[in-house]
């Protein structure tokens, strides 16, 4: 079982940037794929990019890519999500989520969650 926690949120005004963590507690944080999902009001929540156990593989979605990157330090179980050129329409709150298995964008098949950190973008 793992403990995720979140921070790095905040108010940024558009086209700034952001770069959030999320450390994890335990010694077995290198056997997990990590990912970062966000949530805007009234929205389900939508996964935004995950990496494998090494980090040596990423994905992210469309709207994210060129954008968003996502990264791990697994001497510090530690996950990072550095966000640049942010839009208004990024505002959410943003999970951190961990499971067994890498390669999946679906929210359900995920294990393990962070309480999350909101970002709100202003225009």
């Known amino acids: 079982q793992v403990q995720l926690v979140e921070s790095g949120g905040g108010l940024v005004q558009a086209g700034g940037s952001l770069r959030l963590s999320c450390a994890a507690s335990g010694r077995t944080f290198s056997t997990y794929a990590m990912g970062w999902f966000r949530q805007a009001p009234g929205k389900e929540r939508e996964f935004v990019a995950a990496?494998?156990?090494?980090?040596?593989?990423?994905y992210s979605t469309d709207s994210g890519k060129g954008r968003f990157t996502i990264s791990r330090d697994n001497a510090k179980n530690t996950v990072y999500l550095e966000m640049n050129s942010l839009t208004p329409e990024d505002t959410a709150v943003y999970y951190c989520?961990?499971?067994?298995?890498?390669?999946?964008?679906?929210?359900?098949?995920?294990?393990?969650w962070g309480q999350g950190t909101q970002v709100t973008v202003s225009s």
């Open positions: 990496i494998s156990f090494s980090g040596g593989t990423s």
């Open positions: 989520a961990a499971r067994r298995y890498f390669g999946s964008t679906n929210r359900s098949e995920w294990a393990y």
